[in-house]
């Protein structure tokens, strides 16, 4: 890592300052590197630590969710941000967000005891690379003025915080879930008692702030989002000019503006429930004014659940909503999309792909780690993927597919599992069977 730094004459980043992005941020083989000392470092930990202390130290693992979502309510590491560089003394952050200077001097040394801010000198914090990534969008006048707009800009602050909002709230139900899945849709429908989908729940009233949190978390989606991603798995050839790609639960549509930026001769159409396609129409008017005027993209509401109105075309895809639901609403949704589709047609799905701890031989990209890592490289892995995946569970009792399955749910409903390209978002590309 430091070579391929010092190569483009930079110094390895310190994890003191706060974040930076560079290009080598997105080099592919240097993430690979990242994950390899990551599994490898988190192994060691796991060997050499006491065992006692390893189960100390994740049995209360709820008090990382709960520190990051109280300092990401009372917008600690914007107020640091605000203070400088040389960080803040607590009574300072008490003075700006009216916290008491001794729960926020507990709960700033818990996390810099974790490495996210850094404890300068007794009592005064600075935001370091980590912490840094808290900062919203907007200065903290700003998000005092307007507070269900906090989160406009800030997809990673959204993130966290929707975490320790509806997710902590409700995971205290998994158990119970778990063992009487039958009585609930998901954890998530007995701790808000509401029989209605988190998406539905969100356009009650009283949710607006937690559904203009979850577009700001979807916006950013586009920025994570390279295009190449999207052809990884089609044919050169297999698209042409005016052809039709929907973008099926898009949301407002930052993959398909991502896309129509990399493919501008092609022809896009956003799907989502209402309150989306209403968000979509302000995002595009901002990031790409001509699209929808002239007809090359069409914001469209669509419930997946009833039959696909675009027949016949090139691409239907679906990023990260299929791990939404369970399996036999996930077979629903292709089934409509099978239903309206040409000979031609293909579908791809983006979704984590959940991969086995051990070696797994029937993998059709099979990877070899270095011995003695774990076969999906741990937290350096699938930390996300795995968390994910019981974040999908405790929401929706939704899922992170492993590749058979995601061949399964293809099969089952008309849909041949043609190439998987694994990566922090899996493609996968399916032809009509
Ligand atoms: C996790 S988000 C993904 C959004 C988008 N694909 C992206 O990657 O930015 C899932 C989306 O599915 C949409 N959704 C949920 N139920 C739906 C339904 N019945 N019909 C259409 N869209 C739905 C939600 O509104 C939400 O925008």
């Given at each position: 890592l430091e070579s391929a730094y010092s190569k483009d004459g930079?110094?390895?980043?310190?994890?003191?300052?706060?974040?930076?992005?560079?290009?080598?941020?997105?080099?592919?083989?240097?993430?690979?590197?990242?994950?390899?000392?990551?599994?490898?470092?988190?192994?060691?930990?796991?060997?050499?630590?006491?065992?006692?202390?390893v189960l100390q130290e994740y049995a209360p693992g709820m008090?990382?969710?709960?520190?990051?979502?109280?300092?990401?309510?009372?917008?600690?590491?914007?107020?640091?941000?605000?203070?400088?560089?040389?960080?803040?003394?607590?009574?300072?952050?008490?003075?700006?967000?009216?916290?008491?200077?001794?729960?926020?001097?507990?709960?700033?040394?818990?996390?810099?005891?974790?490495?996210?801010?850094?404890?300068?000198?007794?009592?005064?914090?600075?935001?370091?690379?980590?912490?840094?990534?808290?900062?919203?969008?907007?200065?903290?006048?700003?998000?005092?003025?307007?507070?269900?707009?906090?989160?406009?800009?800030?997809?990673?602050?959204?993130?966290?915080?929707?975490?320790?909002?509806?997710?902590?709230?409700?995971?205290?139900?998994?158990?119970?879930?778990?063992?009487?899945?039958?009585?609930?849709?998901?954890?998530?429908?007995?701790?808000?008692?509401?029989?209605?989908?988190?998406?539905?729940?969100?356009?009650?009233?009283?949710?607006?702030?937690?559904?203009?949190?979850?577009?700001?978390?979807?916006?950013?989606?586009?920025?994570?989002?390279?295009?190449?991603?999207?052809?990884?798995?089609?044919?050169?050839?297999?698209?042409?000019?005016?052809?039709?790609?929907?973008?099926?639960?898009?949301?407002?549509?930052?993959?398909?503006?991502?896309?129509?930026?990399?493919?501008?001769?092609?022809?896009?159409?956003?799907?989502?429930?209402?309150?989306?396609?209403?968000?979509?129409?302000?995002?595009?008017?901002?990031?790409?004014?001509?699209?929808?005027?002239?007809?090359?993209?069409?914001?469209?509401?669509?419930?997946?659940?009833?039959?696909?109105?675009?027949?016949?075309?090139?691409?239907?895809?679906?990023?990260?909503?299929?791990?939404?639901?369970?399996?036999?609403?996930?077979?629903?949704?292709?089934?409509?999309?099978?239903?309206?589709a040409a000979p031609s047609s293909k579908l791809i799905l983006?979704?984590?792909?959940?991969?086995?701890?051990?070696?797994?031989?029937?993998?059709?990209?099979?990877?070899?780690?270095?011995?003695?890592?774990?076969?999906?490289?741990?937290?350096?892995?699938?930390?996300?993927?795995?968390?994910?995946?019981?974040?999908?569970?405790?929401?929706?009792?939704?899922?992170?597919?492993?590749?058979?399955?995601?061949?399964?749910?293809?099969?089952?409903?008309?849909?041949?599992?043609?190439?998987?390209?694994?990566?922090?978002?899996?493609?996968?590309?399916?032809?009509?069977?």
């Open positions: 930079l110094a390895f980043p310190s994890l003191d300052d706060p974040f930076r992005p560079t290009p080598l941020d997105q080099d592919a083989a240097l993430a690979e590197t990242r994950r390899l000392i990551v599994a490898a470092a988190a192994q060691l930990i796991a060997t050499v630590r006491s065992p006692v202390e008090y990382m969710t709960a520190t990051l979502g109280f300092v990401e309510e009372t917008n600690v590491a914007d107020i640091i941000k605000e203070g400088g560089a040389q960080g803040l003394h607590v009574k300072a952050i008490s003075l700006r967000n009216g916290v008491d200077e001794s729960y926020l001097a507990r709960v700033l040394r818990f996390l810099a005891t974790r490495h996210v801010f850094k404890e300068v000198t007794p009592n005064v914090f600075s935001n370091n690379r980590i912490s840094s990534l808290l900062v919203k969008a907007k200065s903290v006048q700003a998000i005092n003025e307007d507070p269900v707009a906090k989160y406009d800009g800030a997809p990673l602050a959204s993130f966290v915080a929707s975490s320790a909002d509806v997710a902590l709230k409700s995971v205290h139900l998994f158990s119970p879930f778990l063992q009487n899945p039958g009585n609930a849709a998901a954890p998530f429908n007995i701790a808000f008692k509401t029989e209605a989908k988190m998406w539905d729940w969100y356009e009650e009233p009283g949710n607006e702030w937690r559904a203009r949190r979850f577009t700001a978390a979807m916006k950013g989606g586009g920025d994570r989002f390279p295009p190449q991603l999207f052809t990884s798995g089609i044919r050169g050839d297999a698209l042409s000019p005016d052809d039709v790609v929907v973008d099926v639960g898009g949301s407002i549509g930052s993959v398909a503006l991502a896309l129509y930026k990399a493919f501008p001769n092609l022809r896009y159409v956003v799907q989502d429930l209402g309150k989306q396609i209403d968000e979509a129409g302000k995002f595009w008017e901002a990031n790409a004014p001509d699209a929808v005027s002239s007809g090359r993209v069409l914001l469209q509401v669509h419930d997946f659940f009833t039959p696909q109105p675009v027949k016949n075309a090139a691409v239907y895809f679906l990023r990260v909503v299929i791990h939404d639901w369970p399996d036999h609403d996930a077979k629903k949704i292709l089934s409509n999309l099978r239903d309206a983006f979704d984590s792909l959940a991969v086995y701890s051990c070696e797994d031989p029937s993998s059709s990209v099979p990877k070899k780690v270095p011995y003695p890592l774990l076969g999906n490289l741990g937290i350096g892995g699938a930390g996300f993927a795995t968390g994910l995946d019981l974040q999908m569970l405790t929401l929706f009792n939704g899922k992170e597919r492993t590749e058979d399955e995601f061949r399964e749910l293809g099969r089952v409903t008309g849909w041949k599992l043609d190439s998987v390209t694994p990566g922090p978002l899996a493609t996968m590309v399916f032809s009509v069977i």
